[in-house]
């Protein structure tokens, strides 16, 4: 009942918080809500699955090109979309197949090798993705009813696809599929003389991760109306890890604290000028050191302190294992 009241809470909050706000206030909370996307992508591979991937942006933004040169041809918004998490469904599938032969960091330099090959693609093929000018004037979704026009028109939007998003990932987790990938994180040889299949699970993990970015690009276009290809450069698939990583890989709720700390969080200590980076950056510094679980890490410390009889995640005391 709880549980309920407090999403009831965090839904209504959802749409009561831009009311009054400006307009760059506004395309923030979209950024967050659609970087939130990706990251709950990411925390399926890594905080479930225990796969490393440093190719979300990557994804994002294959799946971004996709929706604005479908979208620039005259075709609407949804195709688009719903194109894009095909696409990247299919080459996470690809780009999965590494991991059933490696592991840990050579896994990580594999994804992060095509992460630089979705940019370097992007930046040369001008024919098809605009070179470093990139595509530009995407035009905004109109559902007949309801026609986008503003950034508030496009949160409001990105709200219901986040919550449609969510109930679904909450779904596939809470689904047997979900505790496949959990055994696969903890024991994989274990998880395989149980009769789990780990290679079309950690596929699948790739996929559906890939999947949310490409979900994540389709909304970026429209939004932001021009990508360019340093837009997907691996800086920001080192950012969306650290939502991850900060918010509590592995659970539920993780990535959206996360995306709040990393996007929203800077924006709140702008007032101290040029120090809020450093601020920033110390203030996660202290996070890992003292809770390498993350946010949510706290969380269950403080709720364990209170309810003693609670047990503690043994898998996740240490955090994810990179």
Not at 77 to 87: D, G, P
């Amino acid at each position: 009942m709880k549980r309920n009241l407090f999403l009831l809470a965090g839904l209504i909050a959802l749409f009561l918080l831009p009311i009054g706000q400006g307009n760059y206030f506004i395309l923030i909370l979209c950024s967050w809500l659609m970087f939130t996307i990706a990251a709950m992508g990411l925390n399926l591979t890594l905080g479930y699955a225990g796969q490393i991937s440093l190719a979300q942006a990557s994804f994002i933004g294959i799946g971004a090109y996709v929706t604005a040169i479908m979208t620039l041809a005259g075709i609407h918004w949804i195709l688009a979309a719903l194109a894009s998490v095909i696409v990247c469904f299919v080459i996470g599938i690809l780009i999965g197949f590494p991991a059933l032969r490696v592991k840990g960091h050579f896994l990580a330099f594999v994804t992060l090798a095509f992460n630089q090959l979705v940019v370097l693609v992007a930046r040369n093929e001008d024919w098809l993705t605009g070179g470093s000018y990139g595509k530009f004037n995407m035009p905004r979704p109109d559902f007949g009813f309801y026609h986008i026009r503003t950034n508030l028109d496009m949160y409001y939007m990105i709200v219901v696809i986040f919550v449609i998003f969510a109930v679904l990932m909450y779904g596939l987790i809470r689904s047997p599929w979900g505790r496949a990938f959990k055994a696969l994180r903890e024991n994989p040889i274990r998880a395989e003389s149980l009769g789990v299949d780990t290679r079309r699970i950690t596929l699948l993990a790739f996929a559906v991760g890939s999947a949310s970015a490409g979900l994540a690009g389709a909304i970026m276009s429209p939004l932001v109306q021009f990508i360019e290809p340093n837009s997907f450069a691996l800086l920001h698939s080192l950012k969306i890890l650290l939502m991850v990583i900060v918010g509590g890989a592995g659970y539920f709720f993780g990535p959206m604290l996360g995306a709040a700390v990393v996007i929203l969080l800077p924006e709140f200590l702008r007032f101290t000028e040029g120090y809020y980076l450093i601020i920033y950056s110390a203030l996660v510094i202290i996070l890992m050191v003292f809770s390498p679980a993350g946010l949510m890490g706290i969380g269950e410390k403080i709720l364990t302190k209170i309810r003693p009889n609670q047990q503690v995640r043994k898998d996740m005391e240490k955090g994810a294992q990179l």
